[in-house]
């Protein structure tokens, strides 16, 4: 069974490694310094977070305990780097942790939101089931990952949030399964991640331009 205490800085590691190992598998895993930026990063985060190595790595040593972490040293390299357990520990599919690490790194989303963004993690012939892969990880009998919100005044659909880091207030548990999104909802989903493109891409530049700066 996975945690279900962890702190908002463990959460955030947790997801940021899932995130890389899923979107960058050929720059996973992550050296400390590589995974704190990840951990900052301020596309695809919410909220935007401003950690120090030292906290980074106490989450990091923290999860090792816990079995979620690993520790490895490439030959020939005096850097360590950090891969997450996370896939082995809860016994998880490739979606259910791309559908865990949006939740993880951007919290409480609806339906929509979580297949849009979890959709950019996994192979296209793997994206369509998401919405079935939210709810599978709602009603696990032993271990649910995650929990449906109540509602919001004014809002129509529900949101879900991850169980990591605990109950989670105003927990709807009855209600049945959120239907599939109408275009409306799709067309502010789509918008919100041209919007989340964009920042990454302006993110990813920065880190490229720190990059260069260390062979200048």
Known sequence: MLP?????????VLGALVEKELSTPDHYPLSLNALTSACNQSSNRDPVMSLEEDAVLQAVEALR??????????????VRKF????REAGDLTTQELAVLC??????????????????????????SGLEA???????RDVDPLVVRLSRRPGQKEVRY?????????HAADDLPPTP????TDRIAALEELTRE????????????????????
């Open 4 to 12: 279900h205490d962890l702190d908002p800085v463990a959460v955030r």
């Open 133 to 139: 892969t939210l709810e599978t990880l709602a009603s």
């Open 83 to 86: 891969q997450h357990l996370l």
């Open 197 to 216: 493109l964009r920042l990454e891409v302006a993110d990813l530049r920065a880190q490229l331009a720190e990059f260069r700066r260390q062979f200048e």
């Open 102 to 127: 949006v939740l993880t790194l951007r919290g409480p989303q609806t339906q929509a939101e979580v297949r849009s963004r979890a959709a950019r993690l996994v192979p296209d012939e793997d994206a």
């Open 180 to 183: 599939v999104a109408a275009p």
């Open 65 to 78: 305990r816990l079995g979620l972490v690993r520790s490895i040293q490439p030959i020939g390299s005096r």
């Open 161 to 169: 949030a991850h169980l990591l880091a605990g109950e989670v207030v």
